[in-house]
């Protein structure tokens, strides 16, 4: 990850960069902080694209509204999170479309929070592929594109919009390899992608309007899997 600190007080750029870069050693994430003064010298810089820019909006010359205005004129995808003191800002900030808002003096706890909030983002917008190989070929697919996957005898069947592909392996093979906040093994012989589920029935689960059977040993466990991937309970 790219990652810029924009902060005019240098002690607070010090603590900030300091905060981002002990989230990532923390989480054994590589990612590249780079600190700067003032509004001027990010709305240059950022011509290069980051991933995240966090910013002060209080600065002397230009402030970081206005240099935000200036970086989405060619940069409509990087995550802005303005840092302030005054809530009066936001109405301005979400005019070029501020990610969120911490208040000064910014903890490390509340920096981890935005910073996992900002990872999920981009693991939604940059889903992984896997390798699948299959009826002679190997494949590459998106993780999103995958329903479910059913066990079928001696077989696995993934279920995709595209069509079924069958191949020989097992459910827990797929279980090691996909992200499991986001696929649950609901019944011995299916796994589910939860980002597809609408609705849990009593012993059901309905996967892009197909009724899958949901396992009552299983039930529990697979209704708080889905609340945490909902980022809720129920």
Do not use: W
Not at 85 to 113: C, H, T, W
Request: charged content about 25%.
């Amino acid at each position: 990850m790219r990652i810029a600190v924009v902060e005019d007080q240098q002690e607070e750029r010090q603590h900030l960069c300091s905060c981002i870069a002990g989230y990532f050693r923390e989480n054994d994430i590589t990612a590249d902080v780079h600190p700067y003064e003032n509004g001027a010298q990010i709305a240059e810089a950022a011509r290069e694209p980051f991933d995240v820019i966090f910013m002060d909006i209080d600065m002397e010359g230009m402030d970081g509204i206005e240099a935000a205005r200036r970086i989405r004129d060619y940069d409509l995808n990087v995550m802005i999170v303005f840092i302030t003191n005054m809530a009066g800002y936001a109405i301005e900030g979400y005019s070029v479309q501020a990610l969120d808002f911490l208040v000064k003096p910014v903890s490390f706890l509340r920096m981890e929070e935005e910073l996992d909030k900002i990872q999920q983002i981009i693991k939604r917008r940059n889903p992984p592929k896997i390798i699948i190989k299959g009826s002679g070929k190997i494949c590459q697919i998106d993780v999103k594109d995958i329903l479910y996957i059913e066990m079928y005898g001696r077989k696995v069947r993934i279920h995709r919009n595209q069509g079924v592909m069958e191949l020989n392996s097992t459910l827990h093979y797929f279980e090691q390899q996909l992200p499991k906040h986001s696929f649950f093994r609901c019944h011995h012989a299916f796994l589910v992608n939860m980002d597809h589920v609408s609705s849990i029935g009593k012993c059901d689960v309905e996967v892009n309007g197909e009724s899958l059977p949901v396992s009552r040993q299983r039930k529990k466990a697979f209704i708080q899997a889905f609340a945490r991937y909902l980022g809720g309970s129920l």
